[in-house]
């Protein structure tokens, strides 16, 4: 029930392609969704978070889509760079049980 | 404001030894939070501490422990490393707690154990 998975396990992108991370998750008391990006060398830096009461987010280039029902969340990297290239990670946590599940990551390389 | 610190950043020992590793949380965030990631597993919660008291903990033997000081400080220790310690050791701070708030993280420490 405290699982986050996180598909794919890798993707490689044509530059200016959108790139698609997809996460799930079982336990409904979890509230907030952040993604994290994470270069080689580097620790993981917050991208981008939404909260259940929302569908949708966006910040730059980068959006969550949220479905509740449906215990799914994704992210979306429009007109992605070769910059883009770094591991992804999803989370969930709740402000309850203030505990973080992560996804496994996925690999992104973004082709010039 | 500076980021999480940590220290050191890379690390060799050999099995049955023992290691101490260093974070310094962003000035004012009380909660310190300690992870492992490996390429297999992904990032795994160790534990997290909040004003020197730890309120979390993840599944792992009581072989790794921690301890946080009142400057919110954290130290993570493990003891009799086994081959399977490798791994990036990663912390992060937040100002009161994991759930519900961003993780700030340091670039954390590379342990290699021969």
């Known amino acids: 029930q405290q699982q986050v998975k996180q598909s794919p396990q890798s993707l490689i992108v044509q530059k200016g392609g959108i790139p698609i991370i997809n996460c799930a998750y079982e336990n409904t008391a979890f509230d907030y969704f952040p993604w994290y990006q994470q270069f080689p060398g580097k620790g993981p830096a917050l991208l981008i978070a939404?909260?259940?009461?929302?569908s949708e987010k966006k910040e730059g280039r980068f959006t969550i889509s949220f479905n509740k029902s449906a215990k799914q969340f994704s992210l979306h990297i429009m007109d992605s760079q070769p910059g883009d290239s770094a591991t992804y990670f999803c989370a969930a946590s709740s402000l309850q049980d203030d505990k973080i599940i992560f996804g496994k990551g996925t690999r992104l390389h973004i082709l010039p | 404001k500076a980021g999480v610190t940590q220290t050191p950043r890379y690390l060799i020992k050999t099995r049955g030894q023992q290691v101490t590793l260093s974070c310094s949380p962003i000035?004012?965030?009380?909660?310190v939070s300690w992870y492992q990631q490996t390429p297999g597993q992904g990032l795994q919660f160790l534990f997290e501490?909040?004003?020197?008291?730890?309120?979390n903990k993840g599944n792992f033997p009581g072989r790794f422990s921690g301890r946080q000081f009142s400057n919110s400080r954290s130290e993570m220790n493990v003891s009799t490393l086994e081959l399977g310690d490798s791994a990036l050791y990663l912390c992060a701070s937040s100002p009161g707690g994991t759930g519900n708030q961003p993780q700030h993280f340091g670039d954390g420490t590379r342990l290699s154990i021969l």
């Open positions: 501490y909040f004003s020197e008291t730890q309120r």
């Open positions: 000035s004012g965030h009380r909660s």
């Open positions: 939404i909260r259940p009461d929302v």
